[in-house]
Structure formats: structure tokens, C-alpha cells
């Protein structure tokens, strides 16, 4: 059992420190009060609900509170940890690249505090060379002479699932120029996750594998939405296309969903900054150039499919969204697709009525979209607008409870319209939706509806092609 501090109480921190404690005695460092009351609440079980929305993350925090202990003190952090772990945010600036003053602040706060020797690991995602910077501020800031090592050990956790990606990883990626760190950091992992999971490299690759795990995921999905654009052009279905590439083991199943986009804090905020990385160091990136872009282009391409169907005119118009999350089951609105398209409606003249399942997003929803206040409504129920003469539904996360909408309710619509940003209906249910008189538009399968224009088409390859 190894002594270890997490510095940060975010997203990764805490479920990090959950995950840890199953073996170790965790220490949790963050300055923001209220989230370290917050943590402690849910402890002593005052409370169940955590500043973070994770399933089952509360539980294991509980079951293993022997190990855990809270703080805001920085003396109180660094009493005698042998692991320090920092998983502050790493939030872009204007230029894109990730901010590190949390992380720098974090290295001074250890240089000045630290008491024993420790090996201190970044968890934020951070652009390489990171932790030799913070290697240096240690070291050049340190009131004596304890030996330390800095190494990197990125998270890829995807919220929503943390507790489980912990628990079960793929592989854990770490990485230190220090042999003896590294034996030390393996022996750490050792304890929580068998041998063939651990993935040991140098310092830099580790940072580097990061930026780089996320570039191709964010890349797999831009690539099945530009299908989809040509899908929706010849009447092909990119639904069909993915099964039929996805059974290709070489290609795989994963993260193949064709959407009006991805969002969150990470695959935005990671592919412009790996990409700006690349430019700062002369390395044009352009595959994930093209991802970013064809990201930025693909909300507009489904935004403009609503605007259409009101001849450009939304002004007076009722819209539902469904799941306003930047993915199902996350109170997390970070660069949410559903928030730029309700954002969208509502600049033209539209009003928005909101509906997630997780009431955090609803509440941040409404905190963080004060300038449009009297031009949405919050609703607690997924059908209470059914009553306010809807002009259109728009899907915007990928949870279950939207698959099977009930028939019933969506007929009370004024007008007949769903938007499927996440592609989640299944045929049956659109040629039904269709039948029953209504418009269904998608990112890649309107052919469902409208079928194929065999006539155009072989128009086109007898044009185009029979010189
Ligand atoms: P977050 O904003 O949820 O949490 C960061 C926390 O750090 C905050 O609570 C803040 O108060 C605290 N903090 C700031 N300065 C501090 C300091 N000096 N000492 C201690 N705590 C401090 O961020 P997050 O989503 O947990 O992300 C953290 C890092 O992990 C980022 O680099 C992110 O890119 C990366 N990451 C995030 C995810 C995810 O799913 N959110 C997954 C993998 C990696
Ligand atoms: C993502 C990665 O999956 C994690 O491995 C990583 O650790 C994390 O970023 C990070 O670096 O912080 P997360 O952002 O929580 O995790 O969510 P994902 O499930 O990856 O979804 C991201 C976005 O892509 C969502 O908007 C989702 O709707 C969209 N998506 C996902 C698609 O449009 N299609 C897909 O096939 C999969």
C-alpha cells in the first residue's frame, strides 16, 4: 500500500482517488472548498450526489473511505506522500493551446511543500515536454534536497463510465526517464491492474500517446461524418456503411457514429492543441486539421437541415431538445453540440425547450446561458412540452430513453419535425415516425425516408463517366 496525493478534484481526480483507494491511502488536494465539502458530504453520507455526475462513483467512495482523506491545506497534501498525482485542468486559450498555469502552479506548490522524496506523475493532458518544465520548476524552486522524479501517466477515462474505464482499463500508459521511478511506478500499478494492462515509455511518448489517442477516436468520427454527408447526397445509409466496415477487425466497431459532431472537454479541446503543438513545432498535422474542420463543418450541415425546413425562417418557433450533455448521462456541457444547436435555434428567433435526464445539465444549462434567459425553458420531464406546440424535436445525446420516444406524445406536435443529431433511431421506428406524417432528418441516413434517386445517379455516371 503506497502513500499517494491527487492534486485536482475534477472529473479525473475523483474518481482517480476512488479507484486508488481500493489499495492505497489517498490523500485529495484542491483548493476549491466546495468540492472538497462536497467529497467529505458524500463520506460521512449526508449526501449522495457529488459535484461530478459518474456512475457508482459515490459508492466506491464510501466503501473505501479508510483510505481516503480530503483537503484544502497544501501543507496537510504533501505530509508524506510517496506518489503525487496531478490531474488539474488543462483548459485551451484563445490560440488553442492548453493552458498550464494550473499545472506550473501545482509543480511550485509541490517544490515549496514537499517533505520526503516522491515521485510526481502528470495525469492532466498536457503538450509534450510538460513534465520536464515541471521537472525544472521542482527542482529550481525546492528548499532542500529530497530526490524526486517527474514522469507522465495520461487518463483515458471517458466521463460518464470512469468508475468502470478505472477499473477495467485497456492499458495503463505511464512513463518516466528515471528507471527506478518507473520500476517503483510499475510496482504502484501492479497492485490495482495485472501485468499484460501496464504499458511502460519514456516521458515524452507518454505525453505524446495521450494527445494522440484522442486525435484518432476524433478522427474515426469525422471520417464517418464526412461519409454521412455523401451518404445523405446518393441515398446511401452511413448506419449500413458502418456495419460493413466496422466488421472488419483491422477497422473495429468503436466510435464509428456518425453525429452532428463530438463535443466535450477533451476531443475538441485536445485535437486543436495537439494540432497547434504540430504548427508551433513545424509539423503541419493535416489529417487532424482536416478532423477539426469537418467537426466545425458537420454541426452547421445539421443545423442548416432544421433551418431548411423552415424555409431559413425559425423566428416563433417552439423546439424541443432532447439530452442538452455533450454525450449521455454527463452533466458536462463543454463544447456540447446540443448547447450550439440550441444556441443556433435560439439566435434565429427560436424557443428552446431543454430536457436531459441528468438535472446538473439542466441546472448548467441554465447558469452558463444567462444571456438567453426568457428564450428557453427548462423542463423536468422529457414530454412536459409535448403540450406547448412543438415545431420540432431535436435529439442531442445518445441516451437510451430517447430511442423509444412515445408515439402518443410526439403527435401532439404542431409540427411534425425530429432531428436525430446522434443517428439513435432505428429504421423501424423512422419508417413508422415517416407513415404517421412526420419529417425525420439525421447526420447520414435521411435515405430512410427519402430512398435512393436511381435516375439522377445514373444521369450523373453516364455525364461523368462514360467518356
Ligand atoms: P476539472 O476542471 O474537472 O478539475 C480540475 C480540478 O483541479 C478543479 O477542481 C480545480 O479546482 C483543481 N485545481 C486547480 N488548480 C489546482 C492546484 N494547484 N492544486 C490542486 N487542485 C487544483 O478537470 P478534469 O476534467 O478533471 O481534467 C483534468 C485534466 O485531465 C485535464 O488536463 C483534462 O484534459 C484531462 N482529462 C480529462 C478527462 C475527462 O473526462 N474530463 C479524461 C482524461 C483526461
Ligand atoms: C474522451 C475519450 O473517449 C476518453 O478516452 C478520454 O480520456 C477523454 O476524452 C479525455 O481525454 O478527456 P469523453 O470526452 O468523456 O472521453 O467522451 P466520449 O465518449 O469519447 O465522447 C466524446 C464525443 O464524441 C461525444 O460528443 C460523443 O457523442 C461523440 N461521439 C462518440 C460520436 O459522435 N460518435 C462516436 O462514435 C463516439
Known amino acids: 500500500m503506497s502513500k499517494v496525493t491527487i492534486f485536482g478534484a475534477g472529473y479525473v481526480g475523483v474518481p482517480t482517488a476512488a479507484h486508488f483507494s481500493r489499495t492505497h491511502q489517498i490523500t485529495i488536494y484542491d483548493p476549491d472548498e466546495q468540492k472538497i465539502n462536497n467529497i467529505r458530504e458524500v463520506l460521512d453520507g449526508t449526501t449522495h450526489e457529488l459535484h461530478i455526475h459518474e456512475k457508482g462513483l459515490p459508492e466506491l467512495l464510501r466503501e473505501n473511505r479508510e483510505n481516503l482523506k480530503l483537503t484544502t491545506d497544501i501543507k496537510e497534501a504533501l505530509e508524506d506522500p510517496e506518489f503525487i498525482f496531478i490531474s488539474v485542468g488543462t483548459p485551451p486559450n484563445a490560440r488553442g493551446r492548453a493552458n498550464l498555469k494550473y499545472v506550473c502552479k501545482a509543480a511550485e506548490q509541490i517544490a515549496a511543500n514537499l517533505k520526503n522524496d516522491a515521485i510526481i506523475l502528470n495525469k492532466s493532458t498536457v503538450p509534450p515536454g510538460t ?76 505525453e505524446l500517446t495521450k494527445y494522440a489517442a484522442n486525435s484518432i477516436l476524433a478522427t474515426k468520427i469525422s471520417f464517418m461524418n464526412s461519409m454521412a454527408v455523401l451518404c445523405d447526397s446518393i441515398g446511401a445509409n452511413i448506419r449500413e456503411i458502418q456495419e460493413g466496415i466496422a466488421r472488419d477487425s483491422r477497422i473495429g466497431r468503436k466510435f464509428l ?22 504548427r508551433l513545432n513545424g509539423v503541419p498535422l493535416s489529417l487532424i486539421k482536416s478532423t477539426i474542420a469537418i467537426n466545425e463543418e458537420i454541426i452547421e450541415y445539421f443545423a442548416n437541415k432544421i433551418q431548411d425546413d423552415f424555409n431559413g425562417d425559425l423566428k416563433g418557433k417552439n423546439i424541443a431538445i ?92 404542431r409540427a411534425l419535425n425530429i432531428y436525430d443529431g446522434k443517428n439513435i433511431l432505428n429504421n423501424q421506428l423512422i419508417r413508422q415516425l415517416t407513415q404517421e406524417g412526420f419529417n425525420y432528418k439525421s447526420v447520414g441516413k435521411d435515405t430512410v425516408v427519402n430512398g435512393v434517386d436511381k435516375d439522377r445517379l445514373v444521369h450523373f455516371l453516364r455525364e461523368k463517366y462514360m467518356d
Not at 478505472?166 to 510499475?186: M, N, Q, S, W
Open 131 to 206: 513534465a520536464y518544465m515541471v521537472q525544472d520548476i521542482i527542482a529550481s524552486n525546492l528548499k532542500t534536497d529530497f530526490k524526486f522524479a517527474v514522469g507522465s501517466c495520461p487518463e483515458f477515462l471517458a466521463e460518464g463510465s470512469a468508475v468502470e474505464d478505472l477499473r477495467t482499463p485497456d492499458r495503463i500508459v505511464y512513463g518516466c526517464d528515471d528507471p527506478e521511478a518507473l520500476r517503483k511506478i510499475t510496482e504502484f500499478f501492479s497492485y490495482l491492474h495485472g501485468k499484460a494492462t501496464l504499458c511502460p515509455m519514456s516521458t515524452i511518448s507518454s
Open 322 to 413: 432532447w439530452g442538452i450533455g455533450f454525450k449521455a448521462r454527463t452533466d458536462d456541457l463543454r463544447e456540447s453540440k446540443a448547447v450550439e444547436v440550441a444556441r443556433f435555434l435560439m439566435d434565429h428567433g427560436t424557443h428552446a425547450f431543454i430536457f436531459d435526464t441528468v438535472k446538473g445539465a439542466l441546472t448548467n444549462f441554465e447558469i452558463e446561458n444567462q444571456q438567453y434567459k426568457g428564450k428557453f425553458t427548462i423542463c423536468q420531464d422529457q414530454y412536459q412540452m409535448f403540450d406547448q406546440d412543438l415545431d420540432g424535436l431535436v435529439i442531442g445525446n445518445e441516451h437510451e430513453k430517447f430511442r423509444n420516444p412515445k408515439m402518443s406524445q410526439l403527435k401532439k406536435m
Open 257 to 278: 457514429n456518425a453525429s452532428m459532431g463530438y463535443g466535450g472537454s477533451c476531443f475538441p479541446k485536445d485535437t486543436r492543441a495537439i494540432a497547434e503543438y504540430g
